[in-house]
Every structure is written in structure tokens, then in C-alpha cells.
């Protein structure tokens, strides 16, 4: 957890530096005309950008985008990989000012993502029409300088890494909590007619912690394959 929390705390740096001061200086740069081109009645996006029935009208997708939504708000709230960045603070309030720091400056990195999406209609608005996705990388090499360009790639990597570490993590865990020490080893010490409970007394916690320890880090293999594999088909 202490090693996750701290590698992600190298990631963010970047994320938060490149995108805010990427947005500023385009916005210095250009001014506020090279974000409205993109609004409607100037160069204009596509009207279908700011069409908002699929959340007003159920025969335009409605329910299923609230569903998403939902499944994304709830699923986060007990998401692993989050939660294993709040049980890595040394006290509940660190976690909880954490927790607070990070919505707020999420804030600021959002916008100046939109921001930086805004201004490519205008800078590159072929690319911006025709493949969206890569609207950051090429905005990054071709119309940032080179070291804000290298602080928003930076940051877009440092967020999968983190993304996947966290998860990889967080999977890694259950396998060996919950369906190793929970059921597997429960059942082998019920076997021996003993209890968890029992055992864990007559050895040190620190002994069965790197039990544990070893247990995920071996499973982080084959989840590592699995994810892979499932990204690939």
C-alpha cells in the first residue's frame, strides 16, 4: 500500500503540473478565442456535443446512461484501488483531508483537460473531428512546448500506471485475503481440526502476514496475464 500511495504520489505531480500549466499557457498563448472556436455558432462542434436528451429522454438512452452513471458513482465508493490508497494514511485524518485534496484538484486537472480538448478544434481540427483520441498526444507534441508537452504525456502514462498498479493490487489482495485465507486455508486448518482463529494465535501475525504478502504478489502474475489478455481480445 506505502509503495502505491508513493509512486502515485510522483504520478499525480506530473498529471496536475502538465495539464493545469498546459491550459494556462494556451490560454495565454491564444486567448480565449482558441477555446470558443469550438463552442457553438463560431467554428462550431458537432450540435450532437451538446445534445443532452440522452439523459432526459428514455427513448435516447437515458436509463442506460444513468445506470452507467450510478455503476460508476457506487462502484468507485468501494472501488480497491481507491480504498487502498485511504487505508495507506498513518491516520484518519490524513485520509480524510486526502480525500478532500484529491476532489478539489480533480476539479482543476477536469477543466483544464476540457480546456486543452477545446483549444484543439481550433489548433488541429481535422485530427479533433476525425479521431478524437489522440487529441492529447498530438496537442502535447505539436502545439505545447516541449516541456509542458512532456508533463501532459507524462501525466496521461502516470494515470494508466497508476490505474493499473492500483487495480492489479487490489485484486492481487482478495485473491490472497479473502479466497486464500478465507476459505482455502480455512477449510486445510478445518481439516486438521483447528480453527483460523486458534491458529493465528499460536503463530506470529507477522509470520502469516508474509504468508499473505507472498500469496498476493505470486497472484498479481496470472491476474497481470488475465488483464492483458482480456485488453487484447
Not at 489482495?173 to 480453527?195: C, E, H, M, P
Request: with cysteine; proline share 3%.
Amino acid at each position: 500500500l506505502f509503495s502505491c500511495a508513493a509512486t502515485d504520489a510522483v504520478q499525480i505531480c506530473a498529471a496536475i503540473t502538465g495539464f493545469i500549466m498546459a491550459a494556462v499557457w494556451l490560454l495565454y498563448t491564444y486567448g480565449w478565442d482558441s477555446f470558443a472556436a469550438a463552442l457553438p455558432d463560431t467554428l462550431g462542434a458537432p450540435e450532437n456535443y451538446y445534445n443532452l436528451t440522452g439523459l432526459t429522454r428514455i427513448d435516447n438512452g437515458a436509463m442506460i446512461n444513468y445506470a452507467g452513471i450510478m455503476a460508476l458513482v457506487l462502484g468507485d465508493v468501494i472501488a480497491l484501488d481507491f480504498m487502498e490508497r485511504i487505508f495507506a494514511a498513518k491516520s484518519a485524518r490524513t485520509a480524510r483531508l486526502g480525500c478532500f485534496y484529491a476532489a478539489f484538484l480533480t476539479i482543476f486537472v477536469g477543466l483544464s483537460s476540457c480546456l486543452i480538448g477545446l483549444a484543439a478544434y481550433s489548433l488541429i481540427p481535422d485530427l479533433a473531428s476525425s479521431d478524437p483520441r489522440m487529441i492529447m498526444p498530438e496537442m502535447a507534441a505539436n502545439a505545447l512546448p516541449l516541456g509542458f508537452g512532456v508533463l501532459v504525456i507524462a501525466g496521461i502514462l502516470g494515470a494508466g500506471a497508476s490505474t493499473a498498479s492500483g487495480g492489479l493490487l487490489g485484486v492481487s489482495t482478495v485473491v490472497g485475503r479473502n479466497l486464500y485465507q478465507k476459505n482455502i486455508y480455512r477449510l486445510y486448518l478445518k481439516s486438521k481440526g483447528t480453527s483460523l482463529h486458534e491458529y493465528n494465535n499460536e503463530e506470529s501475525h507477522a509470520k502469516f502476514d508474509k504468508r499473505l504478502l507472498l500469496i498476493a504478489r505470486i497472484a498479481a502474475i496470472p491476474v497481470m496475464l488475465c488483464a492483458m489478455y482480456i485488453a487484447h481480445v
